[in-house]
Structure formats: C-alpha cells, structure tokens
C-alpha cells in the first residue's frame, strides 16, 4: 500500500470541526473530504489551505467512504491528538531553516489569498540602510505606537492622552541580497536592540536623522532572518517584509539542513532521492524515466 503524507491548513470555523473533545469516543478510521482548497508546492513539499469556499466532510454517508473506513479498520488508531505545547516547541536549529527560500522565491511566489500570516527564513547580506522613512520612531510608553506631534506635544492616538516622555524605538528598513535577488526587510526595536547592543535613544539626535555610524555598521553583515508575512505582503504583494527574528550565520547547521533535505525529499513515484534532491520538475522525472 502507498502510503503519502501532506499538510493542510484549516482556517477560521473549520479548525473548530477537530476539538478533540468531539472525537474522544472514536475510535476511528476518520475518514475526512476537504474541498475547493489552493495548493501549494514549495522544494517537493505540496500542502494545502482551506478557502471561504471549502467544506469538511468527516465520515460521509456513502458507498465509497464505507469501503474506506472499513479497508482501514484494521490499522486505524483513531485521532492523534498533538499537544499544543508539543507543535509550538521547535529547536533554535529548526527554527533557523523554517520554510527557508531564496529572496527570488520569497519575492515570486503566488501566495493563498486565504493566508493570514506565514514565517519562513531567508539568508541574506546587508547592502543599505535605507533611510526614507528614518530609522526610528516616537513611542508612547504604554502602547508602544507612533506618537502625532500635534502643536509641539506628542499625542498618542491609541489612548488619546498626552505623552510626556516618549520613547525613542528603532524602526530600520534594511536592503537585503543574496544570489537571487534584492529586497527590503523592516526590522523593529528589540531586534534591531540585539543587534546593535545598544538602545535607540542613545543614538538619537533631535537635530539629525542621518543614520549613525553603528546603524551603518550593519551593511556588509549576513544573517539568516526569520520573517513574519501579515496581510500587507500575503494579499498585496508588498515588500517591507518584517523581520521577526535574526540568526548568526552556523555553516556547520546549515549543512546539516541541506543533507536532511536531501535525505527527506524522496520522490513519490520511484522512492529515490534523484528527482527532488537536485531539483524538483516534472521534466527531471520524465527526463529520468526515459
């Protein structure tokens, strides 16, 4: 029997349909249709999301879906419930290279419409400072939001109080390359805090905006970032990715990481590693095959 496995993201109402308290009495098999779901195919992985349009169907009344619940009777073990604790715990290493891609691939890729959010890793050098938009922001210090200067006072429109002593935070737009491609990550305070070991208002100046010397420091470095894709890049397109989180370069892990995928990303049809662990295409499997 061929046995694949593949990931699907239920959003909203449709996560609510597998509470484990609704199957703890089953013993299963589960038999599970999902429909009008988008597809994604990402290094050999394919995985699937959920749209407005989808429906779950868990056990249907048919012909068909008996047959499958009785062929997995005999070696269905019911549902597996993984602890929340347990999904959220992921090792610094593995963290590192959470859905990894190029900056090509980052910025190419035909994202779900569906998509609220998604973290990936991408590695890349530090070229520019950009300093359009400045490199710091005055901070309300209970909301931490931007303060309107309004008739010389700062004025936080979250609370709308005043705010006598507002806080100076870092909000550095980086240029960002690698082989592929250019693009711009925003990193926020206490990333941009750890980096620089240093806080924003010692660099600041209320007669400049030029970017300081240890902010330019950066340029040159390289760094794996983690990245936290919101609605602005998801639905629009945009750049200004967020940077959630900054790792120093480990070629020893990252190496490790390459074998592992090389290792793991077997080709579905032959069970070889030939197809996916080169490249993945259609054309290497057919060119393969003949």
């Given at each position: ?207 400049t905006n030029d970017v300081p010397t240890e902010i330019q420091s ?48 077997k080709c579905l049809w032959c069970d070889e590693s030939f197809c ?15």
């Amino acid at each position: 029997m061929i046995s694949v496995t593949s990931k699907i993201t239920l959003w909203g109402d449709l996560g609510k349909m597998f509470e484990p308290k609704l199957y703890e009495k089953d013993n299963g098999p589960m038999i599970v249709i999902v429909t009008s779901t988008t597809i994604k195919n990402f290094r050999g992985e394919v995985s699937y999301s959920t749209t407005t349009a989808s429906k779950i169907y868990i056990n249907l009344k048919t012909d068909y879906v008996a047959s499958l619940v009785e062929k997995f009777s005999t070696i269905s073990n019911g549902v597996e419930v993984v602890e929340r604790s347990i999904v959220n715990k992921i090792s610094p290493e593995e963290e590192m290279f959470l859905n990894m891609m190029s900056i090509e691939e980052l910025l190419k890729t035909d994202w779900s419409p569906q998509l609220k959010e998604y973290f990936l890793t991408v590695r890349g050098k530090i070229t520019e400072i950009d300093n359009t938009f400045g490199w710091n922001y005055i901070s309300c210090q209970k909301y931490f939001r931007k303060l309107g200067l309004e008739d010389g006072v700062y004025k936080c429109s979250t609370c709308n109080n005043k705010c006598d002593y507002p806080l100076v935070k870092y909000k550095l737009h980086i240029k960002v390359e690698d082989k592929t491609a250019e693009t711009t990550l925003v990193i926020f305070n206490d990333i941009a805090e750890n980096l620089l070991d240093t806080a924003a208002n010692k660099l600041f100046k209320q007669k400049t905006n030029d970017v300081p010397t240890e902010i330019q420091s950066l340029c040159g470095r390289e760094f794996v970032y983690k990245l936290k894709l919101n609605t602005y890049n998801l639905k629009y397109g945009h750049e200004n990715f967020t940077v959630s989180k900054v790792f120093n370069l480990n070629e020893k892990l990252e190496e490790q990481d390459e074998l592992k995928k090389i290792k793991d990303n077997k080709c579905l049809w032959c069970d070889e590693s030939f197809c996916l662990s080169v490249v993945n295409s259609k054309e290497a499997y057919l060119e393969r095959k003949v």
